[in-house]
């Protein structure tokens, strides 16, 4: 059920265990790399994670 000026969670905050694992592998690489931008690491956390549009998207304003 949605509420007037509610999102969905679902769609808010993917549960998938990829989306976990990149989460987790975009932070290790972050403290080791602390100059480094998030945009470098998620658009190869894609590809290692087989992540969808969506799913990157997401990445992408969880590190914003």
């Known amino acids: 059920?949605?509420?007037r000026g509610?999102?969905?969670m679902a769609t808010i905050q993917p549960e998938g265990k990829n989306v976990r694992e990149a989460?987790?592998?975009i932070s290790e690489n972050l403290k080791e790399n602390e100059a480094q931008k998030p945009t470098?690491?998620?658009e190869e956390a894609g590809a290692r994670f087989n992540l969808s549009p969506?799913?990157?998207e997401f990445l992408r304003s969880f590190y914003q």
Do not use: C, P, T, V
Request: charged residues 40%; hydrophobic residues 55%; glycine residues 0%.
């Open 23 to 25: 989460i987790k592998w």
């Open 54 to 56: 969506k799913e990157e």
């Open 6 to 8: 509610f999102r969905n």
């Open 1 to 3: 059920m949605l509420i």
């Open 40 to 42: 470098r690491f998620i």
